[in-house]
Nanobody
């Protein structure tokens, strides 16, 4: 069992930055990959970033590549999402998730545990 708690969401202007954090407890943190997803009203949950168990491999969709950075601190059982150059289209609830394997993935089915989400709103 893994418990995940996100923090760091909020309201920011276009072009601004936010850093999301996700604190994990339960199973040994460095035994599984982690991911971030987002969901806007009326839309499906969308892959944002993933990182493998060691932090050495990361994945991003084209929509956020070059603007978002995922990282993890295994000593603190925490994964981060640094978001720069934010756009109104980035507005969504952001969820962190713990993968079923050491590598994560870009599908929701790759993840077994989910946090409760944190709202990110980007104003124009």
């Amino acid at each position: 069992q893994v418990q995940l708690v996100e923090s760091g969401g909020g309201l920011v202007q276009t072009g601004g930055s936010l850093r999301l954090s996700c604190a994990a407890s339960g199973r040994t943190f460095n035994s599984y990959g982690m991911g971030w997803f987002r969901q806007a009203p009326g839309k499906e949950r969308e892959f944002v970033a993933a990182i493998n168990w060691s932090g050495g491999i990361t994945y991003y969709p084209d929509s956020v590549k070059g603007r978002f950075t995922i990282s993890r601190d295994n000593a603190k059982n925490t994964v981060y999402l640094q978001m720069n150059s934010l756009k109104p289209g980035d507005t969504a609830v952001y969820y962190c998730a713990a993968a079923s394997t050491r590598y994560g993935g870009n599908y929701t089915s790759d993840y077994r545990y989910w946090g409760q989400g944190t709202q990110v709103t980007v104003s124009s």
